[in-house]
């Protein structure tokens, strides 16, 4: 059983969330910029084996499209493109930012740590794929 990859995406960061090789547990991979992350997941596919991709699609509330949408929906085609033999699905992101600040602050993250946006990333990745684990 390979594992599932979590990605909440941005255009300038890219959050990387992974599980373990049993698909029981989410946990924060990587924050990687934008242009490197299809060579970065080529090569974890290639030393760890993934299974399948979770990416956040970010909504409205009213459940319409963002202003970031198009830019995922974009990298969504690219991942199918480089990534073909591997099941892409798309999951919601609503409020997983707000969600990962609250969970650092829970956790005691010092507020240096907070401010560094590339952590609350793939923390948010990590929300993204947990939900995905749920919805299953």
């Known amino acids: 059983m390979g594992r599932i990859l979590?990605?909440?995406?941005g255009s300038k960061r890219v959050g990387l969330a992974v599980t373990d090789p049993l698909q029981i547990i989410a946990s924060p991979l990587e924050t990687v910029h934008s242009k490197d992350v299809i060579q970065y997941l080529k090569d974890?596919?290639?030393?760890?084996?993934?299974?399948?991709?979770?990416?956040?699609?970010p909504k409205k509330l009213d459940n319409t499209p963002t202003n970031a949408t198009?830019?995922?929906?974009?990298?969504?085609?690219?991942?199918?493109?480089?990534?073909?033999?591997?099941?892409?699905?798309?999951?919601?992101e609503r409020f997983?930012?707000?969600m990962a600040l609250d969970a650092m602050i829970a956790g005691g993250s010092?507020?240096?740590?907070?401010?560094?946006?590339?952590?609350i990333d793939k923390i948010s990745?990590?929300?993204?794929?947990?939900?995905?684990?749920?919805?299953r």
Not at 125 to 135: C, G, R
């Open 6 to 9: 979590a990605i909440d995406y």
């Open 44 to 57: 974890y596919d290639q030393n760890e084996g993934i299974e399948s991709l979770v990416l956040g699609m």
């Open 70 to 92: 198009p830019l995922v929906e974009q990298f969504h085609h690219l991942l199918k493109k480089n990534f073909p033999q591997k099941p892409v699905y798309l999951q919601d």
């Open 96 to 98: 997983t930012s707000k």
């Open 110 to 119: 010092k507020k240096k740590d907070r401010r560094e946006k590339g952590n």
């Open 125 to 135: 990745a990590a929300i993204i794929l947990q939900s995905y684990l749920e919805s």
